[in-house]
């Protein structure tokens, strides 16, 4: 008897699945059939003529704005930028760059590299490249800067008002996973992980290696403005310093298969040696699974500001004509069970903006010695040092590449030929609030963003007229309070000013080497490691 019921139960349980499968594979057919029947006669019977193109592109556009911004429709050329940037490895001119309202301006151009040989700087715009007008291409004008190796292409390009002409030779780039790492005070290692491609592991155990052949006897891991990469690498550079067999994330996901377990997979490198890991808001993804393993075994004090919060998991997907869908298919979950998502994608506030997880709703966890973390707002560092956050003026200065900016602006007006006679003063930080008042710099706090909701949800209510002296006034003392923010926030500004300019000046090796005798986070980490007790206490309270 007992065995009919089992045996009728799975019987239910498979129909159902089976109905449900069915059922889903009916709507989704019918709403291809729907579109497909739409587009055909949009493009045969509108009054103007369409371009079939761009009509799909915004359609699919449109389709994945209602998911998570991680998941992407790409074209061939995006799929072979994704190939770039996770093998580190491409044909082109060794520099940054950003494109946008048809120009394209340099970012940085990195050392001894084509674009640095051929005189290029950060804030050059390019405006013709060969024979082409950038002005006047319609397609993606970055792929014009791109070759064989060994071709060279003429440019013309914008320098403070004047045109100039360069010759570019291409070549093959190598871009490092870890860009920098050095020996400090006597025994300690410093390494920069920029981010997580094929070679992270290898260049991160080549360094701590290189480093512990010097003598050094800590190892300080440098992962700020990291913003993740491949989740193997993540796992293999966990695992230097974490046992064999060890997990380091879960995955989770409506679709079982992807329901999976990630381990160390070989013997680590050291698991004894003390480590502390750098983080801020903009260490995401990858490096928030090694800084969130590292935590959660306690094998890592974690110093900085609180990571970006990224726990979702992308994986590429073939489509038609070299095109690829890059869409979310889980949660990672950090060893002791923490998801560090932030944001919400799923439930929207009536603007359609995804919802902050609120600390208030945080869940508590504990690492394997006992000590409480918590889920919902990225990792939050074991040591929190103020100077590694970023408040809402200096996120909105960075938007808006105001720093950038002044940056160029600053780098023509002064000469440093020594980094230790590099100095920015107060003098000059003046200069800066007088460059935003002539560049016009504005920007929107969320305290205005809801108070002007208010103040139409007034309206609606027939009470708008009745509040709009108290409006007026509000508005007024929050824009005298945003510019009090200029004062109050001038070390933090005045930080990442440096650091732009120190890489005009000197590159980003020059930027290292700087933070090293001036940065914060750095020399809170060494002072941890420095302080054995203190080390063993914030990790064995």
């Not at 690492?367 to 100077?387: F, K």
Request: hydrophobic share 35%; aromatic share 10%.
């Amino acid at each position: 008897m007992r065995k009919r019921i089992l045996v009728s139960i799975t019987a239910v349980v498979i129909l159902f699945t089976t109905v449900s499968f069915k059922s889903d594979f009916f709507e989704i057919a019918k709403q291809i059939e729907i579109f497909t029947t739409l587009f055909k006669e949009l493009n045969m019977n509108y009054v103007d003529e369409v371009n079939p193109s761009k009509l799909m592109d915004a359609a699919i556009e449109g389709m994945l704005s209602e998911l998570d911004p991680y998941t992407k429709y790409w074209t061939e050329q995006e799929v072979e930028d994704a190939r770039i940037n996770n093998t580190g490895e491409y044909t082109g001119i060794g520099a940054s760059v950003i494109t946008k309202d048809k120009k394209i301006k340099i970012l940085e151009a990195y050392k001894d590299y084509p674009a640095d040989k051929a005189g290029l700087q950060a804030g050059d715009e390019l405006i013709k490249i060969g024979d082409i007008t950038i002005a006047d291409f319609n397609a993606d004008a970055g792929d014009l800067l791109q070759g064989a190796p060994g071709t060279s292409i003429p440019i013309s390009f914008k320098r403070q008002g004047t045109i100039k002409q360069t010759t570019l030779k291409r070549e093959e780039i190598d871009i490092k996973a870890v860009p920098f790492y050095t020996l400090i005070e006597g025994n300690i290692g410093y390494v920069v992980l920029s981010k997580f491609n094929k070679k992270a592991s290898s260049e991160t155990a080549d360094a701590i290696k290189q480093l512990k052949s010097e003598g050094a006897t800590s190892i300080i891991l440098d992962l700020r403005g990291n913003p993740g990469g491949l989740l193997t690498e993540a796992i293999n550079v966990s695992n230097l310093f974490i046992p064999k067999a060890q997990v380091i994330t879960t995955t989770k996901s409506v679709i079982e298969k992807y329901n999976q377990e990630y381990r160390t997979p070989n013997e680590p490198l050291d698991v004894n040696i003390p480590v502390a890991v750098l983080i801020n808001g903009r260490s995401a993804s990858a490096s928030e699974i090694v800084s969130g393993s590292l935590q959660d075994y306690d094998r890592a004090v974690i110093v900085g500001a609180r990571s970006f919060g990224k726990g979702l998991v992308q994986r590429p997907k073939e489509l038609t004509y070299g095109t690829q869908l890059k869409v979310t298919i889980s949660r990672y979950y950090t060893p002791s069970g923490r998801c560090i998502q932030a944001l919400d994608y799923w439930n929207r506030d009536d603007q359609g903006n995804a919802i902050r997880t609120n600390v208030e709703d945080y869940n508590e966890f504990k690492t394997r010695m006992g000590r409480t973390v918590y889920d919902g707002g990225g990792v939050l560092p074991d040591i929190q040092v103020e100077s590694a956050k970023l408040s809402a003026i200096t996120e909105a200065l960075l938007m808006d590449q105001a720093i950038f900016d002044f940056a160029t602006d600053y780098f023509y007006k002064h000469n440093y030929d020594n980094l230790e006679d590099f100095k920015f003063t107060s003098t000059d930080y003046t200069a800066f609030k007088t460059f935003l008042e002539q560049k016009g710099f504005t920007y929107q706090t969320q305290t205005e963003k809801d108070l002007e909701k208010s103040f139409l949800t007034a309206e609606k209510d027939n009470l708008q007229k009745e509040i709009s002296t108290q409006y007026a006034g509000l508005m007024k003392s929050i824009d005298s309070a945003k510019k009090q923010q200029l004062d109050s926030k001038e070390k933090e500004i005045s930080n990442l000013i440096v650091d732009e300019l120190v890489k005009r000046y000197f590159y980003k090796e020059g930027l290292y080497e700087y933070q090293i005798k001036h940065n914060e986070e750095i020399a809170e980490a060494i002072s941890i490691l420095k302080d054995t007790k203190r080390y063993s206490k914030i990790l064995n309270p």
